[in-house]
Nanobody
């Protein structure tokens, strides 16, 4: 069982930055594929970024060059650094582990 808790969401102006954090319980964190997902009102949840245990990453085309996913296995934490935010980035961002475990989500709102 893996328990995930996200933090770092909030309200930011277009062009601003936020960093999301996701802390995971359990001793197998370093072996897990970790991902950030988002769901905007009226839309399906979409994958934003994933990172495997070795550090290789993959991003949705819509966030490439603006978002960076990273992990600190010693702290059981995965991060999502979001720069140059746009209003269309507004969504509930959720951390996922192994495609099986999910956090409760954190709201990100990009608005002037």
């Amino acid at each position: 069982q893996v328990h995930l808790v996200e933090s770092g969401g909030g309200l930011v102006q277009p062009g601003g930055s936020l960093r999301l954090s996701c802390i995971a319980s359990g001793s197998v964190f370093s072996m897990l594929v970790m991902g950030w997902y988002r769901q905007a009102p009226g839309k399906q949840r979409e994958l934003v970024a994933i990172i495997i245990s070795g550090g290789r990453t993959n991003y949705a085309d819509s966030v490439k060059g603006r978002f960076t996913i990273s992990r600190d296995n010693a702290k059981n934490t995965v991060y999502l650094q979001m720069n140059s935010l746009k209003p269309e980035d507004t969504a509930v961002y959720t951390c996922g582990a192994g495609g099986k475990y999910w956090g409760q989500g954190t709201q990100v709102t990009v608005s002037s």
